[in-house]
C-alpha cells in the first residue's frame, strides 16, 4: 500500500498541472466565470478517475504524458457534476472538499455555468489536445465513450433515477443499476480512455479492464454508503448523514451495515479476479481496488 500512496501522491502532482494548464486562466474574460472554474477543479479532492486513467496505462505500457488529456477529460467531467449535484435543486450541499460549494462561494448562476463550461472543455480535450497520441478514429471512440458515460445513458441517468428514487425502497438490482449509470459510467471511462489510448489493444484484454472498471465503480458507492453513515464531516470534507437526511436508497439500508460490507468485499475480489491474466504491471489496480473499499473519505 506505501508503493500506492507513492503513485497517488505523483499522479496527484501530474493531473494538478495537467488541470491547470487545460483551464482558462483567472484572469481572461469572463473573469468570474473562469474563476468559478478553477476555484472547482483545483482544490484537491482524491482525484481517484485520474488516477486509473493513469493506472490503466501502466498495466498496459502506456507513457504518463499521453495519458494527461485522457485523465484531464474525465476529472473535468467529474467536477462539473459535483457543481451540479450540490445545487439546491439536486442534493442542496453546501460542503464540498471541505470548502463551501461553488453556488456558496459565487452564486447559482455561475455555478450552472462553470458545469456547463467545464463539460465543454472535456471534451474539447479530446477532439484537440496534441498531448493525444492515436488516430482520428480512436480519438472520435474516445469523445463517444465519454460522452455516454456522462450523459441520459450514464451519469445523468443514473442521477435521474436517483432524485426519482427518494423516499423509495429499490431492489438490489435496481440500486446496482442505478449506481452502475451514476456512479460506475465515469469510474468505467475512467479506466476505458486509457485502454483506447492503446493502438490495438486486445478486445479480451479491454473487456477485462471495463469489467474490473464495473466492479470497482460499485465498490466505491458502496463505500461511498457506508462512509455517509460512519464518517464525520470534517474527515469527508462534504455533508455527513446527507442521504439519510434526503432519504435516499443506499446500500447498508438495503443490505445492513455487515451486508454492505460484505459486498463491497466482493465486488473488489470480483475486480481482481479480472486482471488475472495480468502481471505485476497491474498491481497498482489490484491496489486501487483494494484502496476504494478501505478508505476513510
Excluded: W
Excluded at 168 to 196: C, D, F, Q, Y
Aim: aromatic share 4%; glycine share 8%; net charge negative.
Amino acid at each position: 500500500m506505501s508503493e500506492l500512496k507513492a503513485y497517488q501522491s505523483a499522479c496527484q502532482s501530474r493531473v494538478e498541472h495537467a488541470l491547470e494548464a487545460r483551464l482558462p486562466g483567472e484572469g481572461i474574460l469572463p473573469q468570474t466565470l473562469h474563476q468559478a472554474m478553477r476555484y472547482s477543479v483545483l482544490d484537491g479532492g482524491k482525484r481517484t478517475r485520474p488516477l486509473l486513467t493513469y493506472a490503466t496505462g501502466l498495466a498496459l505500457g502506456l507513457q504518463e504524458n499521453v495519458l494527461d488529456a485522457p485523465a484531464c477529460a474525465v476529472e473535468f467531467i467529474h467536477v462539473y457534476s459535483l457543481i451540479h449535484d450540490d445545487l439546491p435543486a439536486m442534493d442542496d450541499d453546501d460542503l464540498r472538499r471541505g470548502k463551501p460549494t461553488c453556488h456558496k462561494a459565487y452564486d447559482e448562476a455561475t455555478a450552472i455555468l462553470a458545469g456547463d463550461a467545464l463539460q465543454a472543455l472535456a471534451f474539447e480535450i479530446l477532439a484537440n489536445d496534441p498531448s493525444i497520441t492515436v488516430d482520428a478514429s480512436a480519438r472520435l471512440k474516445m469523445i463517444t465513450l465519454l460522452a455516454r458515460a456522462s450523459g441520459s445513458q450514464g451519469m445523468v441517468g443514473g442521477q435521474a433515477i436517483d432524485l426519482g428514487s427518494i423516499g423509495r425502497t429499490l431492489s438490489l438490482p435496481e440500486l446496482e443499476n442505478m449506481h452502475i449509470h451514476k456512479t460506475g459510467a465515469l469510474i468505467r471511462a475512467s479506466v476505458n480512455l486509457a485502454a483506447l489510448s492503446k493502438p490495438g489493444l486486445d478486445p479480451v484484454v479491454a473487456k477485462k479492464l471495463d469489467h474490473y472498471a464495473k466492479c470497482i465503480g460499485l465498490s466505491f458507492q458502496v463505500k461511498d454508503d457506508i462512509l455517509d453513515i460512519e464518517a464525520d464531516t470534517a474527515t469527508l470534507g462534504k455533508t455527513q448523514g446527507k442521504d439519510i437526511d434526503n432519504d435516499k436508497p443506499t446500500y447498508p439500508a438495503l443490505l445492513g451495515m455487515a451486508g454492505a460490507k460484505q459486498k463491497a468485499r466482493e465486488l473488489h475480489e470480483q475486480a481482481v479476479e479480472s486482471l488475472a491474466g495480468f502481471g505485476a504491471e497491474a498491481e497498482l489496480l489490484r491496489a486501487l481496488s483494494l484502496y476504494i473499499i478501505e478508505r476513510s473519505h
